[in-house]
């Protein structure tokens, strides 16, 4: 491919970020300001006050990005954004200031989906190519899917209620570990028994997933549990059927593909225990992006471009779920 210089924007949910990446795999910088402390009060992300963050801070990140690269606007190969799927309010946010860019610098916009962003978060800083299976579990989705080439990618399975990473934000606020729920759980996990209690693993056919009823099947354990809770040990079991369950289906599809690497993409691809897991059972590579690019950022975003990212017009929209 040829070289390129991306300045990537990212505001999909509740992390306002930006950065500068060379050639889809050299992160020159990578600014970012999250909001996670503003909405634990809420014990969830409120779409309007995300919004209104990402008004007062979008600018500030881009410069301290720009800054940071030592790069100029004329240097650059486009301005990336994600646009989808995501909250539609803040994703707007970060797409009007990516197109009052595009604009004013004379850059092409490059449209972004947040999702294949994530996977290419494991092209930064390796030597990672296509093909490849590749499982992204996060806060919205949790799928299994074939990159047969950069831009050539097949859906094999999904969730089909919750995604993982929702599963874990309802059942740490069950458990009263507060959010976000992800790495509450696996941190406590780590005093807890994971067979303490038998929870199910969801059974639907084929590579897709189902998280809802271990979801209930916890909530009905506390119901019948005498106070105080064993906190520990309930999240110990819950997480080790969630990634019991995403190892086994992605390890299928690796062989029934004769796949000869695997890439975890994603929020819940920060998981100790789910990379501790790949690493003991997979018979082939597997990569995990750096820790500070599992959750959203806008390194991914700008790899993205370079990779697989869409020439956009400055009449572009955003869209909040998959197409």
């Known amino acids: 491919m040829p070289s390129s210089l991306y300045l990537g924007v990212e505001t999909s ?17 990578s600014k970012l300001i999250s909001q996670i402390t503003v909405h634990q009060e809420f014990g969830g992300v409120v779409p309007e006050v995300a919004a209104r963050r990402h008004l007062e801070t979008i600018n ?5 990005a720009m800054k940071a690269a030592s790069v ?55 030597d990672l190519e296509p093909p490849f299976v590749a499982l992204l579990v996060s806060g ?14 097949t859906i094999l399975g999904q969730t089909r209620d919750d995604a993982a990473g929702e ?13 976000p729920g992800g790495p509450a759980i696996d941190r406590i996990s780590e005093k807890g028994d994971p067979m303490a209690f038998k929870f199910p693993e969801g059974v639907v056919p084929g590579y897709d997933f189902s998280f809802s009823g271990l979801k209930t099947a916890v909530m009905r354990t506390v119901e019948k549990l005498p106070e105080p809770l064993p906190v520990a040990d309930l999240a110990a079991s819950f997480q080790e059927a969630v990634t019991s369950v995403l190892v086994k289906k ?31 059972q997979s018979p082939v590579p597997v ?3 750096k820790l500070e690019l599992c959750t959203d950022n806008a390194a991914m975003v700008a790899a993205a471009a370079h990779f ?14 998959q197409q």
């Open 250 to 280: 992605t390890l299928r599809a690796q062989k029934d593909l004769a796949a000869e690497r695997l890439v975890l993409a994603g929020g819940v691809a920060a998981n100790r225990e789910l990379r501790r897991k790949f690493r003991e």
């Open 72 to 126: 100029t606007p004329g240097q650059l190969s486009g301005i990336a954004c994600t646009v989808g799927p995501g909250l539609v309010g803040t994703l707007l946010v970060g797409l009007s200031a990516a197109k009052a860019l595009s604009w004013a610098w004379d850059r092409p916009l490059i449209a972004v989906d947040h999702l294949l962003a994530h996977v290419c978060a494991n092209y930064l800083g390796t």
């Open 60 to 64: 500030v990140v881009i410069e301290e």
């Open 308 to 321: 697989c990212g869409k020439p956009a017009e400055l009449d572009t929209g955003v869209y909040s779920r």
């Open 287 to 289: 990569y995990f992006p």
């Open 140 to 153: 919205g989705h949790t799928q299994i899917i074939h990159f047969a080439d950069y831009r050539q990618a």
């Open 167 to 179: 599963a874990y934000d309802k059942v740490a606020r069950l458990l009263g570990l507060g959010y």
């Open 13 to 29: 949910c509740d992390e306002t970020a930006a950065a500068v990446v060379r050639d889809g795999r050299e992160v020159l910088s």
